[in-house]
Nanobody, 124 residues
Framework: QVQLVESGGGLVQTGGSLRLSCTAS????????MGWFRQAPGEEREFVAV????????VYADSVKGRFTISTNNTKNMLYLHMNSLKPEEKAVYYC?????????????????WGQGTQVTVSS
């Protein structure tokens, strides 16, 4: 079993930056894939970025390429999402997720563990 807890959300102005963190606990994650997803009000949850726990494989949604960076800190069992140049439409609850495979995938249903989410609000 894996427990995930997100933090780092908050209010930021358009064009600003935030760093989201996800603390993972419960078991070793060396063979897991880790991802960030988000859900805006009234919308379905969508893929943002994924990374293998080793950090050598990443995939980003087209909408965030060049602005967001996903990374891991294996020593601290942490997952991060650095977000730059934020837009008002990126206001959402951001979720950390893990799957019992090192293969990075975008598909939400393939993730086994989820955090409770952290709210990101971007003011215009």
């Amino acid at each position: 079993q894996v427990q995930l807890v997100e933090s780092g959300g908050g209010l930021v102005q358009t064009g600003g930056s935030l760093r989201l963190s996800c603390t993972a606990s419960g078991r070793t994650l060396s063979s897991h894939g880790m991802g960030w997803f988000r859900q805006a009000p009234g919308e379905e949850r969508e893929f943002v970025a994924v990374v293998s726990w080793s950090g050598d494989s990443t995939v980003y949604a087209d909408s965030v390429k060049g602005r967001f960076t996903i990374s891991t800190n294996n020593t601290k069992n942490m997952l991060y999402l650095h977000m730059n140049s934020l837009k008002p439409e990126e206001k959402a609850v951001y979720y950390c997720a893990a799957r019992r495979s090192a293969v990075v995938v975008r598909t939400e249903s393939l993730y086994d563990y989820w955090g409770q989410g952290t709210q990101v609000t971007v003011s215009s």
